[in-house]
């Protein structure tokens, strides 16, 4: 067991530029989450994913984001047309089927659009 | 809809005193609850969780916390607090009837331990 892991770490873009993010949830989890965290809130959620079926989206989530796990294990979150608002830490995390199990987060995506 | 409030941005606390982060929770049916701690510029750290039981749970690096049914709270505890404490705590709730909800996280508290 890794633990989630996110790359890369950080990245920086011009406005209007896509950008893409990897997720590599723990190996047997089948659910897998994205979340937004910008400076002084808590993390915001995004999308969830149980194996490969994307079943809930955020409001957040606007028509420029979307998000893929394909075969049910690691996801992809991709923004288009970055604008600076979509500055923030990206967030994902992942936990097993069972009801009564927490989520285990990755370090996160910190993006930056200038 | 689920809802969480951490009441106090900031606390402060010397070390070796005791500590505690309050939060109260908003949910329909049984409340699933979580606190995790980040460190700067990292990902959220799992610390404990509430889901049936005893309402005293005890989780990593000496912390608790109560689940109070009645007054809708679950804070977090530590009876001598460390300078390594240092860092933002967020409480989480996810309604237990269904696995398929994610969490939903308060604003954070930041926890500074003084030397």
């Known amino acids: 067991d890794t633990g989630v892991s996110q790359n890369p770490r950080h990245k920086i873009t011009k406005r209007g530029q896509n950008v893409t993010f990897r997720c590599d949830p723990i190996?047997?989890?089948?659910?897998l989450y994205w979340y937004r965290q910008t400076l002084g809130q808590g993390p915001e959620f995004l999308t969830y994913?149980?194996?490969?079926?994307?079943?809930?989206k955020s409001r957040l989530l606007s028509d420029r984001f979307s998000a893929e796990r394909p075969k049910g294990s690691f996801s992809t979150l991709e923004i288009q047309r970055t604008e600076q608002g979509d500055s923030a830490m990206y967030l994902c995390?992942?936990?097993?089927?069972?009801?009564?199990?927490?989520?285990?987060f990755g370090q996160g995506t910190r993006l930056t659009v200038v | 809809a689920q809802s969480v409030a951490q009441p106090e941005d900031q606390v402060n606390v010397a070390e070796g005193n005791p500590l505690t982060v309050k939060c109260t929770y908003s949910?329909?049916?049984?409340?699933?609850l979580f606190w995790y701690v980040q460190y700067p510029n990292r990902g959220l750290q799992f610390l404990l969780k509430?889901?049936?039981?005893?309402?005293l749970v005890k989780g990593s690096y000496g912390f608790e916390a109560e689940f109070n049914k009645s007054q809708t709270s679950f804070h977090l505890k530590k009876p001598s607090a460390l300078v390594s404490d240092s860092a933002l705590y967020f409480c989480?709730?996810?309604?237990?009837?269904?696995?398929?909800?994610?969490?939903?996280f308060g604003k954070g508290t930041r926890l500074s331990v003084i030397a």
């Open positions: 995390a992942s936990r097993s089927g069972l009801m009564n199990t927490e989520a285990f």
């Open positions: 190996s047997e989890h089948n659910r």
């Open positions: 994913f149980q194996n490969e079926a994307q079943l809930e």
């Open positions: 949910v329909s049916g049984n409340p699933y």
């Open positions: 509430y889901i049936t039981g005893d309402n």
């Open positions: 989480a709730v996810r309604a237990g009837a269904s696995g398929n909800t994610p969490l939903v």
